[in-house]
Every structure is written in structure tokens, then in C-alpha cells.
């Protein structure tokens, strides 16, 4: 579901993550470490908690928050702990299989809609097209009912039947449709042409180009890479002469799945290495069975490519099959296993590994490091005009679209009218007519380049930036530099906001005053130094723990997010019935400061 209110009913999700499914391990009984202090302390606040809190909890909930804690400790935003409850969905977005009509819907003045039937799904089977209005299911009004709500009514078990009531114009009739397990495709062409609503993959048919857009790496994708790729006719290079790959906007999913994709069309070398702690190291390689003929391949990438699109590319360029134009891809470079914890269902997606391209270079992207993820090679590097990204989105949107309904003619959307124009009057044969109707520069630039490579046998550079001729490094990250830089200004900006509106506030009469005595965060006088002086802690016996030398004057900016607070504070709240200073017992007077030093 986005957003936007749309759900797709078939796959649409970003793993963000190389993915590797395991056989599914239950976790039972107590870890060796269950009778540790440690986990005593944990078991003893779960008692605790069951004892005295003022509302009841569940030990499952308890459970869920101890685990969740755990995982989220790692600091590895790709270490997820899925619930039983999450499971569902979760296990859907990564297999692309669910049980329902094959259809994505939205809702449209308070109605559910039909946006596009899926294919070769029961509902395309069943007639439903884009815009029809789905009045009822199974008699229930979808009339202002939450498009979730819709859903759950319209899945169900397979072999079972649903009736919709559909509204197409002014025409309204029934549709009784079997619920199927519906398989989502990942890899998509140009357009979707005939009544089946099958995709033309030829981009460029005069010069023999094919187009591929794998968007995402599902266990079944590499199936549908290779049925595809049957469908043109680029397994016995009987109508395809090249092909372009893309790769964008795609986050990953399953490491299997690239490794079967690039052994497609490698005849040998290293396609990825993994490494972990637990894990033995383990180094995949092509075989020279069932490659494909050894026709121009052009990968298309940007800043979304990510995990198993950054090893699809890398392994080819790394193996000097593919070029790859773009932008600098996502840097995701390490791999989680999924298991089962227990009956229940729940599971938990941990990092068990890293991975590696054939150079030996790990993509990850690091805070100390200046280069992730994978370049486009020298002279390809195209960027895509931020202002121009939603028509390339809308444009492909249509041509998804089964038979690419044409636009009401009431339509205020100046774009929509000139797609809609160019779309009566379909040129596919015209390579210079289709790329003038996808308005996206880099698949432009990618068509080119391969036309190029057929016309003279080599690639030829095509980026014409000055800053290319600096190397496609150096260009990636003077990008992210000036991104950073954007990002330091915004904030710096509302620094200066914050800032004016404290000036505004200090005017009122006492306001000031007042605001000091009650900051318990400005520890000492900023116009003292206390560099060379010495930090003392103690006890709240008064007993020093430790001395230690100041050897700058920022002691203070890095205290104040501490568990400190000044004696001066401390009282001044004392008197204003605050909260005391938990250092101080009740009835005693701090410890005194030591002599020679800020303490």
C-alpha cells in the first residue's frame, strides 16, 4: 500500500536489502548464556513488570519489545524482528505471491477503482479493465470503506469466488471471479500491448534493442528474466542485437537471484563473494552452460539501485560484460538471512554477512569512506533533471496500463492530454518517437550508446559534463558533497530560525533572567576556559571515582547531553519544588567542588 492511497495487490515493495532465504530454523529452549546474570536482570524486570505495572501486558508483548530491543541494539537498520502478525505481509512483499483477483486498485471519489489488472490474472481473465468502478463485494457498498477494507474482502483462500458489482460508464453489471495465488511480475518492458496485455520489450526494433526493467529481485525473477528474454528473441539473437538493463529505482531482494541473472550472461569469473563471522566464505561463479549469445549489454542505475542491483551491476562490470551509465548506486552491501523463531510464525531478518564484487571491493557505504556502491564506467555517467523525474514516472504509468485507456476529455492536465494524444497514434517502430514520448534522458542516452556500440563495435563516451573528464568518482561524490552541503545549509537555516525567535523571546522583561536560572544545560560561564583543569567525579558519598586532565575547552558542549547538571541548577529547583539532584540524597548538601578545576 503507498501512500498515496493506492494498493497494489500483487508485489510492490522495497526489501532494501540483498536477502538470503534459509531453511526456516526454529528457535526453541534457552540460549546457552539463559542462566547468565544478564539474562536474569532481563527476566527479573519481565516479572517486574508482570507484577506491578499498573496495566496488565501480555508475555507475548513483553516478548515482542524484548526482541525488537535486542535487534534494534545492533544499530543495523537492516536487522528487522518481524511479528507473527507482520509475518504475512512481510513473507508477501518479499515472495511477490498472494491469494486474491490479481488486480491494483485505488479509490476514486470514495469508490474503489480499478487502476490496472494484473497479468495474466483472474481479474484480467475475468474482464475487469482500468477505471472500472467497483460498486459492491459480494454485496458489501465500497462507497467511503477504507481501500484496506476493500482488500481484505476482495483475498481469500484459492478456488473461492467473489462477486463484484462493477460500473463501467453508464453500464453496471456483475462479475463473479475465483480467487487464484497470484504471482507478481517483476520484470517489465516497454508497454503493455493486446488484449492480454503482454509487454513489447523492443525499444529500438530497426536496430534490434531490447528493454528490460527488473524491479525487483523476487525468488521467481530470474525465471522471468529469462521467459522475457525468449519473448524478443535475444537467447538466439534472432531479432535482438543489444539490450538495456534497468536497474533503477530497484532495492534488491534475493542474492540468489541476481547470482542466476548475471550467470546468464557471464561464460565464467567471480560474481560475488560473501563473508561473515558465522559463515564459511563463500564465492559464487558463472558457469559457461546456458549463457546467453554474447550481444552489447547496457545496465541503467541511480542513487535507488541498491543490494542485489548493485551486485547484478557490479559482477557485470567487474567482469567487463556490461557498461553501466547513471548515477552512483544506493551502497548496500550486506546480507540477511530470514529465520524462523518459533511455531508462532514470527522471524527475524538478520545481517549475517557482507558481500564482495569480483575486484574484491565491498560496495557498503561507510561514514569513513568516500567511495560505496557501484560507479557508472568513465564517460556514462547521466544524471536525471530532479524536475523532470514525475513525467518520466507518470509516462511509464500509462504504458503499464492494460491498453492505455485514453484521457477523459475534460482532463485539465496538459501532460496527460499530450500522452494521451501521442498514445492514439502509437509509433513503436519509431525509436526517435518512443523516446521523445518516455521524456527519460538516461534511458535516452543508454538507447543511444548501444546504437553506437552496433554502428562502430566499441563504446563510445557520451557524457558531455566537463566534471566527467575528473573521473566518474570524483563526479559521484562531488554530488553527495553538494547534497551534504544542501542538507548542512537547511539546517544551519533553521539554526538561524531558532535562533531569532530565542532574540524575540530575551526582550521580554525578565524572560532572560529567568530562562538561565531554569536551564539546566548551561553548565558554567561561557567566557571561562577551563583547559589545562581537571574533571572530578565522585561518588554521592563524596568519594572521588576518578580525576581526569581537560585537555580542551569542549568539555562543555559534550556534557551537556550527560546526566549532569550544575549545583547551582540543582538548587535554584530544589526551591521551585523541581526535581532535586539525583546525585544529592535528600537533607544533604552536594559534595563541594575540588580545588583547581572545573569538576
Not at 543508454?446 to 573528464?469: E, F, K, M, N, S
Not at 521580554?508 to 571561562?528: F, K, P
Not at 556534557?559 to 541548577?569: G, K, Y
Amino acid at each position: 500500500m503507498t501512500t498515496s492511497g493506492k494498493l497494489i495487490l500483487a508485489l510492490s515493495c522495497f526489501t532494501a536489502g540483498v536477502l538470503v532465504v534459509r531453511l526456516l530454523m526454529a528457535v526453541n529452549g534457552t540460549s546457552s548464556t539463559g542462566s547468565s546474570e544478564a539474562w536474569q536482570q532481563v527476566a527479573g524486570v519481565r516479572d517486574i513488570i508482570k507484577e506491578r505495572y499498573v496495566d496488565e501486558v501480555s508475555d507475548e508483548k513483553l516478548r515482542d519489545g524484548a526482541i525488537r530491543g535486542m535487534v534494534e541494539a545492533l544499530g543495523d537498520p537492516y536487522s528487522v524482528y518481524v511479528t507473527a502478525e507482520e509475518a504475512a505481509g512481510f513473507n508477501k512483499d518479499l515472495t511477490g505471491e498472494y491469494v486474491g483477483i490479481g488486480a491494483e486498485v485505488n479509490t476514486r471519489s470514495g469508490w474503489l477503482t480499478i487502476a490496472n489488472p494484473m497479468e495474466e490474472s483472474p481479474a484480467l481473465r475475468a474482464g475487469l479493465l482500468p477505471e472500472d468502478r467497483v460498486l459492491r463485494i459480494n454485496g458489501t457498498s465500497t462507497k467511503d470503506l477504507p481501500v484496506e477494507k476493500c482488500v481484505e474482502l476482495l483475498v481469500g483462500q484459492p478456488g473461492t469466488s467473489v462477486t463484484l458489482d462493477i460500473l463501467r460508464g453508464t453500464r453496471e453489471f456483475s462479475v463473479q471471479i475465483e480467487r487464484a495465488r497470484i504471482k507478481a511480475r517483476a520484470v517489465k518492458g516497454l508497454v503493455r500491448v493486446g488484449a492480454e496485455g503482454q509487454w513489447n520489450y523492443l525499444i529500438d526494433p530497426q536496430m534490434g534493442i531490447g528493454y528490460l526493467r527488473i524491479t525487483q529481485f523476487t525468488p521467481s525473477v530470474a525465471t522471468e528474466v529469462e521467459a522475457a528474454l525468449r519473448a524478443m528473441g535475444a537467447t538466439d539473437g534472432s531479432r535482438v542485437r543489444g539490450l538495456v538493463l534497468d536497474l533503477r529505482f530497484n532495492g534488491g531482494g534475493v542474492l540468489e537471484a541476481a547470482e542466476r541473472i548475471a550467470d546468464m550472461f557471464l561464460k565464467d569469473g567471480v560474481i560475488v563473494s560473501t563473508r561473515g563471522r558465522a559463515h564459511e566464505s563463500r564465492v559464487s561463479k558463472a558457469q559457461e552452460r546456458g549463457t546467453l549469445p554474447d550481444l552489447p549489454l547496457l545496465i541503467l542505475v541511480n542513487a535507488e539501485s541498491a543490494s542485489a542491483s548493485e551486485v547484478l551491476a557490479g559482477a557485470l562490470q567487474d567482469n567487463k560484460r556490461a557498461i553501466v551509465l547513471g548515477t552512483r548506486t544506493f551502497g548496500k552491501g550486506s546480507v540477511q538471512s530470514l529465520m524462523t523463531l518459533s511455531e508462532g510464525g514470527s522471524e527475524l531478518k538478520l545481517t549475517e554477512q557482507a558481500y564482495y564484487l569480483p575486484s574484491d571491493r565491498s560496495i557498503q557505504r561507510k561514514d569513513d569512506s568516500p567511495t560505496w556502491g557501484v560507479d557508472p564506467d568513465p564517460g556514462f555517467y547521466v544524471t536525471m533533471p530532479r524536475d523532470g523525474l514525475l513525467d518520466v514516472f507518470r509516462v511509464r504509468r500509462k504504458l503499464e496500463l492494460l491498453g492505455q485507456p485514453a484521457v477523459p476529455s475534460d482532463a485539465s492536465d496538459a501532460l496527460d492530454k499530450e500522452i494521451a494524444a501521442q498514445l492514439a497514434q502509437p509509433r513503436w517502430d519509431d525509436v526517435e518517437w518512443t523516446l521523445a514520448l518516455l521524456r527519460d534522458p538516461q534511458l535516452a542516452a543508454g538507447v543511444r550508446a548501444v546504437q553506437t556500440r552496433l554502428r562502430t563495435g566499441t563504446w563510445q563516451p557520451i557524457a558531455t559534463d566537463a566534471q566527467t573528464a575528473q573521473g566518474v568518482r570524483d563526479v559521484a561524490s562531488a554530488d553527495e558533497l553538494v547534497r551534504l552541503r544542501q542538507l548542512e545549509e537547511r539546517m544551519l537555516r533553521e539554526l538561524a530560525r531558532l535562533g531569532r525567535r530565542a532574540e524575540t523571546l530575551e526582550e521580554g522583561t525578565g524572560v532572560r533572567e529567568l530562562a538561565e536560572a531554569r536551564n539546566d544545560r548551561d553548565l558554567w560561564d561561557d567566557a571561562v576556559s577551563v583547559q589545562g583543569g581537571s574533571l572530578v567525579v565522585r561518588d554521592k558519598q563524596g568519594a572521588v571515582v576518578a580525576t581526569l586532565r581537560i585537555t580542551g575547552d569542549d568539555l562543555e558542549r559534550w556534557l551537556l547531553d550527560a546526566d549532569v547538571q550544575s549545583e547551582l541548577q540543582s538548587e535554584l529547583q530544589g526551591k521551585s519544588g523541581a526535581v532535586t539532584n539525583p546525585a544529592a540524597p535528600a537533607g544533604e548538601a552536594p559534595p563541594k567542588p575540588a580545588a583547581g578545576g572545573g569538576s
